[in-house]
């Protein structure tokens, strides 16, 4: 089996901003339930990459991750995260990995990985993604040794988990 390998360059600035998670393996973390899961990256004040996930739970809840994200070389395209709270980030083995194994070239779609297999996702600048695209996005997950029989795709409903949610909690 080939070696999971990310794009030889991403550019940072383009890939900022908000996701839609379309589909992913299942995540420990993560309720399987969730709905209208978003991603927003963007720049800290350090120059790495603040890392904002939210969605509503299985019981409509509106929920928030915040952590952040590192480049590991020049190419950008794998990082380092961590979604510790800052005083504890210095500890080992707390980051996790984040590859970008596909990106369209106007950077609205993104298969992301983990180079042990067991962590996938397809984002899209839109909570919809053509079923053709999606297709295409999971073959390559799949030529690169990804096992796709737990997929999960989330609902997305038009809703959104504003600042103001996360704020009351």
């Avoid at 409509?60 to 380092?80: H, I, W």
């Amino acid at each position: 089996m080939t070696d999971v390998a990310a794009v030889p360059s991403l550019d940072l600035d383009r890939y900022l901003g908000c996701w839609y998670e379309i589909c992913r393996l299942p995540l420990k973390w993560e309720d399987e339930t969730a709905t209208d899961i978003t991603a927003n990256y963007s720049l800290a004040d350090d120059g790495k990459v603040r890392v904002d996930n939210r969605c509503f739970d299985a019981e409509g809840k509106p929920t928030q991750a915040v952590g952040e994200a590192t480049p590991v070389d020049e190419a950008n395209s794998r990082l380092k995260v961590t979604f510790l709270p800052r005083g504890l980030r210095w500890l080992p083995f707390t980051e996790g990995d984040y590859w970008v194994l596909k990106i369209d070239p106007d950077y609205q779609t993104s298969l992301v990985g983990t180079p042990d297999r067991k962590n996938l996702w397809v984002l899209s600048r839109e909570p919809s993604l053509a079923d053709e695209m999606l297709q295409d996005y999971l073959a390559e997950a799949r030529r690169q040794g990804f096992d796709l029989a737990e997929l999960i795709t989330p609902r997305h409903t038009g809703r959104e988990v504003t600042d103001s949610m996360v704020e009351e909690e």
